[in-house]
């Protein structure tokens, strides 16, 4: 099967600013970026066909104001009515001894690899590319790959059995710039999410913070959820989604802001005066990023049924005496 999308940062800062973001324990989750509040009605549009990828769009229209969304830890158990209730939920708690040991003896024996370069969390909102009025706060953690790349892994809390919701790249301008312009597309800003305070390392000094918030301003992010916690899923269901950030006031309800400053001992307003001279010139975001805000149009992924490609003749023997799939599998 293959992934199709609908039309519908941070990067690796200075050595001194890394360095002072590093964290004794950051194995457990932590951090994300956010969302905002227009209503979605979806139609067609023919895009030109690209190398096995269909495009189709959605179109973003404002919306009444925003019901209280959880900021944190959305239920475990979806409420009734939520899409897939019935499914049951692997909880933490069941692991078994034998699973525990195993789990014990393999970070002793194998080393901890690419997840040991993950020295950050930062701790934001996200929405849906094509639906604003779903935040969704994600947990960052995050390594440097380079000066100008981040790749971070995103959970629904900071806690040991937080859910690993999703992925962001995270990319400097020039970078961005050089993306293909139908890329570009894909990424949203990072000057509003900084500006504003909405993105916080949490336990970090204000000076620390600041010096890599410096760096993070002039950069594009690019996220997928992989699990949408927020509608209750008890299970990662269906394809990824594109996410996206909010980029003005007024986007995302101040009360969900207020309920995540509550909790881990923040203040946004605070924070936005205290960044307000950041840098002498914030930069304006590229035009080709916030897709959704700046056109009302948003590209989300859906999936679609393909032809089986193999090497192997002998597969196509065996699959030869198989029924006819459905013409297409459900979203």
């Known amino acids: 099967m293959e992934h199709h999308v609908q039309e519908a940062s941070a990067v690796a800062s200075g050595s001194l600013a890394q360095q002072l973001l590093v964290m004794p324990n950051a194995a457990a989750p932590r951090g994300a970026l956010s969302p905002a509040n227009p209503a979605v009605a979806h139609h067609s549009e023919q895009q030109p066909a690209a190398a096995s990828t269909s495009y ?16 944190h830890h959305p239920a475990r158990h979806p409420p009734p009515g939520a899409p897939h209730a019935a499914l049951p ?45 779903r935040p969704v706060r994600a947990h960052h953690y995050c ?5 100008e790349m981040r790749q971070c892994v995103l959970y629904d809390s900071a806690d040991p059995g937080a859910r690993l919701i999703g992925i962001e790249y ?12 139908d890329e570009r597309k894909f990424w949203h800003s990072h000057v509003y999410e900084v500006k504003s305070g909405m993105l ?27 699990w949408q916690v927020d509608r209750g899923d008890p299970l990662p269901m269906g394809p990824p989604q594109l996410m996206m950030a909010y980029t003005a006031d007024g986007q995302l309800p101040p009360q969900v802001t207020a309920a995540r400053d509550k909790e881990i001992g923040s203040d946004s307003e605070q924070v936005r ?3 307000a001279h ?32 193999t090497p192997v003749p002998a597969a196509a023997t065996l699959l030869a005496g198989l029924p006819e799939p459905e013409a297409q599998l459900e979203k």
């Not at 390594?143 to 000066?147: H, I, K, L, Q, T």
Request: charged share 20%; aromatic share 6%.
């Open 56 to 71: 189709s769009s959605t179109t973003i229209s404002p919306a009444p104001a925003l019901a209280p969304t959880p900021a």
């Open 89 to 133: 939920e692997a909880e933490q708690e069941d692991m078994r001894l034998l699973t525990r040991a195993l789990d014990a003896g393999c970070s002793l024996l194998q080393g901890r690899g690419p997840v040991g370069q993950i020295h950050q969390h930062v701790d934001a909102f996200h929405m849906y590319s094509h639906d604003a009025t």
């Open 143 to 147: 390594a440097c790959r380079s000066e």
């Open 170 to 181: 995270i990319i400097s301008r020039r970078l961005f710039e050089a993306l293909p312009a």
């Open 200 to 226: 916080v390392a949490p336990g970090v000094p204000g000076p620390a913070e600041d010096a890599d918030m410096a760096v993070v301003i002039n950069t594009y992010g690019k996220i997928w959820h992989t």
């Open 273 to 275: 005066r205290r960044r």
């Open 278 to 309: 950041l840098v002498p010139d914030p930069p304006e975001p590229h035009p080709d990023a916030d897709h959704p805000w700046r056109t009302g149009r948003a590209w989300q992924c859906v999936m679609q049924q393909v032809d089986f490609k």
